[in-house]
Structure formats: structure tokens, C-alpha cells
């Protein structure tokens, strides 16, 4: 997706940007909160179908703070579906996607594979999904990432969704903060891989036409440990505030930062290291912020998402990145697989536009229950999530999404702010 073009506004309303096949617009996102007890699923199921499905999240490596936050969406959503007994039942097979580094992603796909699933969500890495798509296309798996935000991805390949936007839009809506907040000069440290260039290329791209300049732009590669020349790089170039592109490699960079002499109340963060850090790094990150997609999400979602985490003996989530997307990746499958009454991956793959209502004009719903009970009803649905409408294109991308801007407050604990 290379749509954006031309100037660009220095303000985004309310900091929420929406992406459609040929412009931004504004728009609300409706949520619900996933404690809502399912109602009558539909007096006639549609089908009688169980459903294997695969998650493919990072347990391991430089985004496993990520993973607990998906994992939990996974479990919620399939908990829903199955709490509804509305004509699919899906039984979840778990495996570490890891990263490009650790390759935990090659025995866990074979294992996936291996059990016959037709349906995965991850994975959470671009990079990673690249590696193991072809694999699942020739399997038949329909695969639907709630995070991959690669600008490459977007047509890939029929089986493949992803219910998170593309880096060009969380790239425009953070050049122009970073312009908004009245700095005339960036520095950039990214990863080289498709998600640290994209990221980094729309954000200078949007800085540029905000009136700004970036002054320095280093980059590292996938499982390097040091960052010293990057650092020492841009902090020569004395810019007005610095761009940090990466993952969990943030934790290192950032005091690298601060002993060059860089004001870390004035550095830029992305959905790939955003996160409450409070006493993780020996740095104050207070006044700083960062973006990352998804509605603002409600209390009763994120409570549900802890109960189901701890209830497998896992301490409480402290981030929620990409876990509505997560769970409405869920959900949207659940729903295809009920409205193509199969579970062969082509077959819900055929109808995962339609029941997000990028392919039919159906009534709209905001939980599995209730749009099960339209399809067993014979209606068609337009699903609207937790992270926004979800309405894919031609592209298998979705129409709509948000974007949040996050502050950092003291104890370097998060703030959304638009």
C-alpha cells in the first residue's frame, strides 16, 4: 500500500487515523466488553462444525512481551465461541512462533501443521510470517495475523488476513505527532527488517512534510546485541528528539541513549516496544510517547483477558498490544467458518470479507453470539470488534483501524492520550 501521497496535515484528529482504498478518514470504534455473557446463539445452528485452530505467538525471543497479551485474546475469543454452542466449536493448538533469531517458529509450525489445523492466527512477526506462509498456502491454512503490519503484505495471498494496519498508517500518525510536538529535527535507530524500514521510511516521510528534517538514520540488524555506533551516530546530529524503530532491544538502546546525552522525555516509540517499562530500564521516559494500533479498549476486556491469563498460572498481562486484534481474528474465523458451514481453510477464507462487511451489506454485530445468531437466522453479518470495524478490502486488509498516541507518566507506566 503505497496511497500516501501529496502533503500531510502537521494534527490528527483526536489522534485516531483511518485508512480507506483511497484516503484517511475519521472514524469511532465500536466495542463491547468481552465479560458480556453470550445469548441465544441462533435456535438453528447453521452447522455443526469443529474447527482446529493454531496460534503461532511469540512465547520466546525480542517480542514475547507481545505474546501474553495475543495469547490471551486467543483464549478469550475461543472461550466465546465455544461458551455460545452456536454451531462451531474450535479446539486450540498453541505453539512458539519465537523469532527470526531463535527459529522457534520452524518445530512449532511443523507441530501445527502436523495436527491438522485449517486455521492460524499469528504470526506475530512479519519476518516470521514471511518464512512460514508459503507452508500453510500449500497446507490449505487460512492464516490471519493479528500484528503483522509489514506495507508489503497487503494482497499477499487469498489465505491470508491480518486485522492490524499497515506501518504506513502508524508511520504517518507518528511523524506527525512528533511535528505536532514542535521538534524541527529526528533521529532515527531502526531494525533492518520489513518492519523496522517500512516504520521508518513513513515516519520520515510524514516528518518531512510536517516541515521537519531528519538529521541522522541508523539502522541495526535482527540479533545484534550492540547499539553503540547507532547511538553514537545520532547522537552526534543533536537532533530535537529521537525515533526508536524496534523491539525489546529498547531496553538497551534506551540507556545508550541517556548516557549520550540524549533527552530520553523526548524519544518516539512504536507498537514493537511500547509498553508500561516502569523499573525494567534504568532510564525516565517520562514526557516521552509512541503508538500502537487498537481502540481504546475497556476495563472489562482487560480484566477478562487477566482471568483467563492467570487462570493458566501466568502472572497478570502488563501490556495489551494487538489483544483485541487477536481476539476479533478469532472471532471473524468462527464466523466464516459458520456462514461457509466448513472448515477447510479455503472455504472460511471465502467468506471472511463478507462476514466483516467488506463484501455484503448484513446487519451489524458485536460479539460471536449475536452474529451467530443472525447467520443461523439466515442474515448476513458485518462484524464490528474490540480494535475497530474490521472491514477488509480487496486487499485483505481492513478498512478501518486505530491508532492510539500513548505518553509516558512517572514510573514510566503508559497514558493514552488521543
Same mark, same amino acid.
Given at each position: 500500500m503505497n496511497a500516501l501521497k501529496g502533503s500531510r496535515p502537521a494534527r490528527i484528529f483526536a489522534g485516531i487515523a483511518l485508512i480507506s482504498a483511497s484516503a484517511l478518514v475519521i472514524s469511532g470504534c465500536a466495542s463491547t466488553p468481552a465479560s458480556e455473557k453470550p445469548t441465544d446463539g441462533g435456535k438453528k445452528p447453521a452447522a455443526?462444525? &469443529?474447527?482446529?485452530?493454531?496460534?503461532?505467538?511469540?512465547?520466546?525471543?525480542?517480542?514475547?512481551?507481545?505474546?501474553?497479551?495475543?495469547?490471551?485474546?486467543?483464549?478469550?475469543?475461543?472461550? $466465546?465461541?465455544?461458551?455460545?454452542?452456536?454451531?462451531?466449536?474450535? &479446539?486450540?493448538? &498453541?505453539?512458539?512462533?519465537?523469532?527470526?533469531?531463535?527459529?522457534?517458529?520452524?518445530?512449532?509450525?511443523?507441530?501445527?501443521?502436523?495436527?491438522?489445523?485449517?486455521?492460524?492466527?499469528?504470526?506475530?512477526?512479519?519476518?516470521?510470517?514471511?518464512?512460514?506462509?508459503?507452508?500453510?498456502?500449500? +497446507?490449505?491454512? =487460512? &492464516?490471519?495475523?493479528?500484528?503483522?503490519t509489514s506495507p508489503d503484505f497487503s494482497g499477499l495471498n487469498p489465505l491470508y488476513f491480518r486485522t492490524a494496519p499497515s506501518d504506513l498508517l502508524q508511520g504517518e500518525t507518528l511523524g506527525n505527532q512528533i511535528s505536532e510536538d514542535g521538534n524541527k529535527t529526528l533521529g532515527i535507530i531502526y531494525q533492518n527488517d520489513g518492519y523496522g524500514t517500512g516504520l521508518a521510511e513513513a515516519i520520515e516521510k510524514t516528518f518531512g512534510e510536517s516541515g521537519g528534517k531528519v538529521v541522522a538514520k541508523s539502522s541495526y540488524n535482527v540479533g545484534d546485541g550492540q547499539f553503540n555506533a547507532q547511538v553514537a551516530e545520532v547522537a552526534a546530529a543533536k537532533p530535537d528528539a529521537v525515533a526508536v524503530v524496534s523491539y525489546d532491544q529498547f531496553a538497551t538502546i534506551a540507556p545508550l541513549l541517556k548516557n549520550a546525552g540524549v533527552n530520553t522525555g523526548k524519544l518516539y516509540l512504536v507498537d514493537g516496544n511500547l509498553k508500561d517499562w516502569k523499573d525494567q530500564i534504568p532510564v525516565d521516559l517520562t514526557g516521552s510517547k509512541g503508538t500502537r494500533a487498537g481502540a481504546d479498549l475497556p476495563k472489562t476486556f482487560i480484566d477478562d483477558l487477566n482471568k483467563v491469563w492467570e487462570a493458566k498460572g501466568n502472572k497478570p498481562i502488563d501490556a495489551v498490544t494487538y489483544s483485541a486484534e487477536a481476539y476479533d481474528a478469532v472471532t471473524l474465523i468462527a464466523l466464516a467458518a459458520l456462514e461457509a458451514k466448513s472448515v477447510e481453510g479455503k472455504d472460511?477464507?471465502?467468506?471472511? $470479507?463478507?462476514?466483516?462487511?467488506? +463484501?455484503?451489506?448484513?446487519?451489524?454485530?458485536?460479539?460471536?453470539?449475536?452474529?451467530?445468531? =443472525?447467520?443461523? !437466522?439466515?442474515?448476513?453479518?458485518?462484524?464490528?470488534?474490540?480494535?475497530?470495524?474490521?472491514?477488509? !478490502?480487496?486487499?485483505?486488509?481492513?478498512?478501518?483501524?486505530?491508532?492510539? #498516541?500513548?505518553?509516558?507518566?512517572?514510573?514510566? #507506566?503508559?497514558? $493514552?492520550?488521543?
Amino acid at each position: 500500500m503505497n496511497a500516501l501521497k501529496g502533503s500531510r496535515p502537521a494534527r490528527i484528529f483526536a489522534g485516531i487515523a483511518l485508512i480507506s482504498a483511497s484516503a484517511l478518514v475519521i472514524s469511532g470504534c465500536a466495542s463491547t466488553p468481552a465479560s458480556e455473557k453470550p445469548t441465544d446463539g441462533g435456535k438453528k445452528p447453521a452447522a455443526d462444525l &469443529t474447527l482446529k485452530l493454531g496460534s503461532l505467538l511469540p512465547e520466546t525471543g525480542s517480542l514475547a512481551f507481545l505474546g501474553a497479551p495475543m495469547e490471551a485474546g486467543v483464549q478469550l475469543a475461543v472461550d $466465546r465461541v465455544n461458551e455460545a454452542k452456536a454451531g462451531v466449536t474450535i &479446539t486450540l493448538s &498453541t505453539g512458539d512462533e519465537g523469532d527470526t533469531d531463535t527459529k522457534a517458529y520452524e518445530t512449532s509450525i511443523t507441530k501445527l501443521q502436523s495436527e491438522g489445523i485449517t486455521a492460524m492466527i499469528g504470526a506475530a512477526s512479519s519476518s516470521v510470517t514471511k518464512l512460514i506462509l508459503d507452508g500453510n498456502v500449500g +497446507a490449505g491454512i =487460512l &492464516t490471519v495475523s493479528p500484528s503483522n503490519t509489514s506495507p508489503d503484505f497487503s494482497g499477499l495471498n487469498p489465505l491470508y488476513f491480518r486485522t492490524a494496519p499497515s506501518d504506513l498508517l502508524q508511520g504517518e500518525t507518528l511523524g506527525n505527532q512528533i511535528s505536532e510536538d514542535g521538534n524541527k529535527t529526528l533521529g532515527i535507530i531502526y531494525q533492518n527488517d520489513g518492519y523496522g524500514t517500512g516504520l521508518a521510511e513513513a515516519i520520515e516521510k510524514t516528518f518531512g512534510e510536517s516541515g521537519g528534517k531528519v538529521v541522522a538514520k541508523s539502522s541495526y540488524n535482527v540479533g545484534d546485541g550492540q547499539f553503540n555506533a547507532q547511538v553514537a551516530e545520532v547522537a552526534a546530529a543533536k537532533p530535537d528528539a529521537v525515533a526508536v524503530v524496534s523491539y525489546d532491544q529498547f531496553a538497551t538502546i534506551a540507556p545508550l541513549l541517556k548516557n549520550a546525552g540524549v533527552n530520553t522525555g523526548k524519544l518516539y516509540l512504536v507498537d514493537g516496544n511500547l509498553k508500561d517499562w516502569k523499573d525494567q530500564i534504568p532510564v525516565d521516559l517520562t514526557g516521552s510517547k509512541g503508538t500502537r494500533a487498537g481502540a481504546d479498549l475497556p476495563k472489562t476486556f482487560i480484566d477478562d483477558l487477566n482471568k483467563v491469563w492467570e487462570a493458566k498460572g501466568n502472572k497478570p498481562i502488563d501490556a495489551v498490544t494487538y489483544s483485541a486484534e487477536a481476539y476479533d481474528a478469532v472471532t471473524l474465523i468462527a464466523l466464516a467458518a459458520l456462514e461457509a458451514k466448513s472448515v477447510e481453510g479455503k472455504d472460511m477464507a471465502a467468506k471472511m $470479507r463478507s462476514v466483516s462487511g467488506g +463484501a455484503d451489506k448484513g446487519t451489524k454485530c458485536k460479539t460471536f453470539a449475536e452474529c451467530a445468531k =443472525l447467520i443461523n !437466522d439466515g442474515k448476513k453479518i458485518d462484524y464490528d470488534g474490540l480494535s475497530g470495524e474490521i472491514t477488509f !478490502d480487496e486487499n485483505n486488509d481492513p478498512k478501518g483501524a486505530a491508532i492510539g #498516541v500513548y505518553e509516558f507518566e512517572t514510573g514510566n #507506566v503508559l497514558k $493514552r492520550i488521543s
